[in-house]
């Protein structure tokens, strides 16, 4: 670093300066000083405070901006120079040294809280505890995130030992040094794993599936990483932790709770476990898998009686009553919605059948039954009265044979054919012949 030229005056920011200029003392009779910044004339005007109204420069309350080249000149002449810089002297670097993969190189670290000038430098040196000679690189400053970063070079992939380690920060108010020693196994810290993905499980309500992939930084096929995984509730505070085995890159969650958001996160770790588990990736939010609704009526809000927030409101249908989510079951007409159109089909067709099968048995057994059609009675008939006739007096015994004259067997009335009492007048096998009509 280049030495401050003579004459350099440094100030803290926030501190009140005044730079002198001896040939123009108050009271005396020369002509009035003129101030320039950067060769630039020195306004008093806001949003300056600048007071040049005496021979000197008054600067209040200064800040790193104004650091820079001031000079005090009459009109015939420049009377006096000075060189300001407003800064503070460096504060010793409070560094971390690590490693995003065995192939990769050693980087350290730290961040300023301060504005750091641009003369501002810082170097690193590394030694091994085995007496080989110190290494020197020289870090860079990164304005956006204020931070100084340290590449360390020339280190074996598996290489284990100590290391000694010695930034130095340097600018133009002063010099901080600090020192640490390392050992090589654990700076090892993998990135956080890179492209996490949560997908819902189809016709799983409680199940989450979660995929995620090496960090780019990591890049070795032949050293692999073991993962642990979290996840929670978007409600809860209390994270459910999985281990798993090196070179998985996939997981189903199987205990979701159901319709609810969790988060969840992934981190990594070297297989055998060398250095450190690396950052926790970003949440990711995944909700497990609903059923969708099939049948959506056109619907008209309507306030709630129940609900102690009077905006609150839910879809209510002109032709089927709403139910809420602390309502009895729905009527039965609501779940038939999903029978199948077949299912009436067939019982429709069993009835007519059934029905068709009673009229024709009930119209074959009518006349059997003394059934008549509906509305018609059956008259009783006027049962006929009957008078009994004097029956005529037997003819003497004298006057029938008491034998009965023998047949030929040649006859038509032969033993083989049933014999046939002679009738008489009477056929006293009808009773009807002693019923006669009145």
Sequence with gaps: ???????????PP??????PCPEGEPGSNQTRLRWKFEKQPVSSAPPA?????????????????QSGSYSCSDDRRLLRTHHLIVEEPPKP????CFRRSLVKDILCEWRTFSPVSKPSKATLWMQRFTGENHTEQQCRYYSRSQKFFCRVQGMNNEEDGLLLVSVCVANLAGTARSQKSFHTDVLLKPDPPANVQVHPVKNEPHKLYVTWRNPNSWGSKYYHLQFQLRYRMK???????????HGVTSYTIVDAVRNSPHIIQVRGREEFDHGNWSEWSRENVGIPWSEPEDFKPET?????????????SVPFTPTVSAFSSHTEKPPAVEEATGVP??????????????LALAVGVLTRYRKKWGLLPFGERKANPVPPSYALAPMSPDPPMSASPLLS???????ESSVDSPRTPDQGPYDISNADYFLLPK
């Design 49 to 65: 405070v600048w007071d040049t109204s005496k021979a000197g420069l008054f600067l209040p309350f200064v800040h790193p901006n």
């Design 1 to 11: 670093m280049v030495p401050p030229p003579a004459g350099t005056i440094f100030v």
């Design 405 to 411: 004259p023998p047949t030929s067997p040649f006859s």
């Design 300 to 312: 008209t809000d309507y306030t709630s009686e129940d609900s102690s927030d009077p905006n609150f």
């Design 14 to 19: 926030g501190f009140n300066v005044t730079l």
């Design 235 to 245: 409600n809860s505070q209390i994270f459910s932790e999985v281990h798993l085995n």
């Design 93 to 96: 670097p409070d560094f971390t």
């Design 341 to 354: 159109l077949h299912v009436f089909l067939v019982m429709a067709v069993s009835i007519t059948l059934g």
